[in-house]
């Protein structure tokens, strides 16, 4: 007696769309999907507290193991400054001509460090942090803001420092310091930006994270911080392009605002045309390029 064996008919893979349908019919959604823009800036708002407790922790926590604590906060600053009032003022003599040269120096000095702290710690937010990322859901960019926010938190500190080096060099208080807020606001929405960019670049290439010093050294030397960007472009000693250039490059917009607030001396003649324009237009840049340029990598974090 013969058996004939039937091969049982191939049965039809479900297709990707059908899958699909069936996920949408029973309320299912793909694991860490990217919001919406408007879903994800609720998303980032809900967690607004979550965002300034995490900048404050990690204010606190940032000299906890040194024995002056949080002095430091406001000895690193000025340690540069007597540095920089060394090497530049002093031995290469960019003081000369300058009224007001060590607040000139120190205000500089505050303002660039805001800047490019919030920078590095940006470039690590992601890079830094995978085991908080791939455990725990939340907007990413929580991440990037906070750490801006913390460095603006440690900017507050210094500008304590920073009042009492005005009125020990006789730099009156005028109504002009409450400049100082607007111009604040501008530059965390620059700094929170451009720290999204390279959270994003970071993410992607930690390598980035040890180049970055070089560049932000190299971009520190050509914003003013240490000489007056003013007192070349009275010389004309540089091209008339490469002049532009450095008066409207956004860290010596915001250092020369913030000396305009603060130094009786520094007056409206030595600020770049329409410099207010140029720092909203930046911070605008920046801040909201910077968002959607990290919004749309948002599900590819932690990954890999």
Request: hydrophobic residues 55%; charged residues 10%; aromatic residues 12%.
């Amino acid at each position: 007696m013969s058996q004939v064996l039937h091969t049982p008919p191939p049965t039809r893979a479900p297709a990707d769309d059908d899958l699909a349908a069936l996920a949408a019919r029973h309320g299912l959604s793909v694991s860490g999907a990217r919001p919406s823009l408007p879903q994800y800036v609720r998303q980032l708002w809900a967690r607004r507290h979550f965002i300034s407790a995490f900048a404050t922790a990690k204010l606190t926590a940032q000299y906890s193991q040194a024995k002056l604590g949080q002095v430091w906060q406001v000895m690193t600053p000025l340690l540069n400054a007597a540095v920089y009032y060394f090497i530049f003022g002093v031995l290469l003599g960019t003081k000369q001509n300058v009224p007001d040269y060590v607040p000139f120096l120190v205000t500089g000095i505050f303002v660039w460090t805001f800047t490019q702290s919030s920078i590095m710690a940006g470039t690590r937010a992601i890079s830094g942090n995978l085991g908080l990322v791939r455990a725990l859901h939340f907007p990413r960019a929580a991440l990037p803001i906070s750490f801006a926010l913390q460095q603006l938190q440690q900017l507050l500190f210094s500008m304590c420092a920073l009042a009492v080096i005005l009125l020990c060099f006789g730099v009156p208080v005028a109504a002009s310091w409450l400049l100082a807020v607007p111009a604040l606001v501008l530059q965390f929405t620059f700094n929170a930006g451009v720290s999204m960019i390279m959270a994003r670049l970071g993410a992607k290439t930690p390598d980035i994270a040890q180049l970055m010093p070089f560049v932000l050294r190299t971009w520190m030397y050509v914003s003013g911080v240490m000489w007056s960007i003013d007192k070349i472009a009275e010389h004309d000693v540089l091209p008339h392009l490469v002049t532009v250039l450095l008066q409207i490059n956004p860290a010596a917009v915001y250092i020369d605002l913030m000396r305009f607030a603060l130094i009786d001396s520094f007056q409206a003649d030595q600020l770049p045309p329409h410099v207010w324009a140029a720092a909203v237009g930046w911070a605008l840049l920046a801040g909201v390029g910077g968002f959607i340029y990290f919004w749309k990598a948002e599900e590819t974090y932690g990954r890999g």
